[in-house]
Structure formats: C-alpha cells, structure tokens
C-alpha cells in the first residue's frame, strides 16, 4: 500500500459526514439507531454529538450519534432493505467508550476501497451489510451494495468485519493473527 496515497485520501475525506450531505440535500434520509428504532425525515441539524431529524411521523427529535448505525436516503430505500439481513442472536447495546468500541484501521479500509473488494460489516445489533468500500472517514464508512446502493454505516456499531475469503479485518483480528500485543 501507497502511505502517501492514503495519506493524501485522508486529507480531502477524514473529516467528511454524510450528516453534514444529509443537511444539505434537504432530502428524507432513514436512521437505523439502537434499540432497532429507525427514523425518517430530513436533517435539521448536524452536531459533534447529536443531530436533530424532522422525522415525518414523529416531528422534530434530538438523536445522539452514537445511537445511530446506519444511514441512507430515503430515495434508496427500495434498493437498499432487500440486502440488508440481520441475525437476530446478535444483539448488543451501543458502546460508549470509545477504547471498547472495534476498530477498523484506515491502513485496512484503503487498499480494500482501492481494489474493490467486497466486504461484509455486522453491526452490533446483527444487520449484516455486504458490498464495496466506497469511502470512508473518521466515523463512517459508505458501502456500496452490489446494487449500487450506499449504505453510510458509523464506524462505533461495527460489531464485525470480514472479507469475501473470510478473513476478519477488525484491528483486534489483524493482532492476533500477527501475534502482536
């Protein structure tokens, strides 16, 4: 892997939100949040923590980012539900500090961008997401499913990732199958 390469996607993308695309577009976005609460509305406000959503049944409602798993435009719902399946056995709360949450490194995710290698993301309460690495910053990463549809998934819900020969790509994995400490 090029280090000047990432180094040089990371400057234009480590600080990008799909909250701050969700603000601007002005379009119905779907949050799937904890709890397996989903929301639906338009982003009214983009916070460090929180975000507000005119959700369309519900009206105006203050979420906390870490509640929230994934994200997409409404407009993509169609495309975006039939791939999306969840293992029920797996069902974990949020994790709130941030040294117990699983990591992916950006070291893993750019070369698996770059080559378009399909991966599998499981977040914590089991929905399994299967597509390409279209982006990635800080907090997010954006799938593409073999659709095209994108799935914008917040890194803090990752509960597994893995590659299409099976090998487990989340930072703890990397160690032990390098036998670092």
Not at 18 to 32: H, K, M, N, P, T
Not at 59 to 77: C, F, M
Not at 83 to 96: C, F, N, S, T, W
């Amino acid at each position: 892997m090029d280090v000047g390469e990432l180094r040089t996607y990371l400057e234009s993308h480590y600080e990008a939100s799909a909250f701050d695309q969700a603000l601007s577009s002005g379009e119905v976005w779907i949050l799937y949040c904890h709890g397996l609460k989903t929301f639906r509305g338009i982003i009214k406000k983009n916070e460090k923590y929180d975000v507000t959503v005119e959700d369309v049944s519900l009206g105006e409602q203050g979420i906390r980012k870490v509640e929230i798993k994934y994200l997409y435009p409404e407009s993509k719902e169609s495309l975006v539900t039939k791939l999306i399946k969840r293992d029920e056995k797996i069902l974990h709360p949020p994790i709130e500090e941030k040294a117990r949450r699983r990591h992916i490194k950006n070291k893993t995710l750019f070369p698996l961008m770059k080559n378009r290698e399909v991966v599998f993301l499981q977040t914590l309460e089991g929905e399994l997401i299967r597509g390409l690495v279209d982006e990635f910053s800080r907090y997010e990463i954006v799938v593409k499913l073999k659709n095209g549809a994108p799935v914008t998934v917040l890194r803090h819900c990752v509960y597994d990732f893995w590659n299409k020969a099976g090998v487990h790509l989340l930072k703890s994995d990397l160690k032990k199958k390098s036998g670092a400490k």
